[in-house]
Structure formats: C-alpha cells, structure tokens
C-alpha cells in the first residue's frame, strides 16, 4: 500500500555529518507529517524531528541546533541532515509520515524499515 524506504545511514566518526533520505511510494493521496524516529538497542524509540505540511518543525533537544529536517512534497520526501555527530546519537533511525491514502479516510501512520547510524572512532 504506502512504502517508506530509508537511506543514507552509515558508520561516521565523531564530529562528522550524514544526511538521511526517505521516500514515500504507493497509494498516496496526501502526506501530512513525516519525521524522524530513532532506536539505541534497549531503549525506546523517541521522536528525533519531524515536518507537517506547511513546513513546521519539532526537534528532540538534543540534536537542536546540529540536525535539520526537511521534505520535499513533489518528491515525497523527506530528509534529515546530521553535523556534530556523537557517539549518543548511534541508533536505528527510523522514517515516519502520516499518510491520507484516499479522501474520506483518516490518516495512518507508516514507518520504514531503519537504517543504522553508527557514530565511533
């Protein structure tokens, strides 16, 4: 039905930058929110940033000021870049968007696969 396919994490050393894509694809009628999620192992999942329509923007504190999110509506997709990278920052990320399949219908959550981002020396 709607798919979100994750690119862009990778293995950096502490200080570097990566920059996180995700598209959406399917049966998509409009995309309302889209954001970033991460995962450390054993820990939860927590809102990293995110995007509604008019181009709003949320940001976990502490990537304030070092991560940028981002979309483009045409391409349906969205983007995060990372500076400063640190090793705390190490997790899954995980693609999100809110998406209205049809109209009449509410607006389901979906998520991407993850990829990891790994920050070390």
């Known amino acids: 039905q709607v798919q979100l396919v994750e690119s862009g994490g990778g293995l950096v050393q502490p200080g570097g930058s990566l920059r996180l894509s995700c598209v959406a694809s399917?049966?998509?009628?409009?995309?309302?929110?889209m954001g970033w999620y991460r995962q450390a192992p054993g820990k939860q999942r927590e809102l990293v940033a995110d995007?509604?329509?008019?181009?709003?923007?949320r940001y976990l504190d502490s990537v304030m000021g070092r991560f940028t999110i981002s979309r483009v509506n045409a391409k349906n997709t969205v983007y995060l870049q990372m500076i400063d990278l640190k090793p705390e920052d190490t997790a899954v990320y995980y693609c999100?968007?809110?998406?209205?399949?049809?109209?009449?219908?509410?607006?389901?959550?979906?998520w991407g696969q993850g990829t990891q981002v790994t920050v070390s020396s």
């Open positions: 999100y968007a809110k998406v209205h399949v049809s109209s009449g219908t509410i607006p389901e959550d979906y």
């Open positions: 399917g049966a998509i009628f409009s995309i309302y929110d």
């Open positions: 995007i509604n329509n008019g181009g709003s923007t």
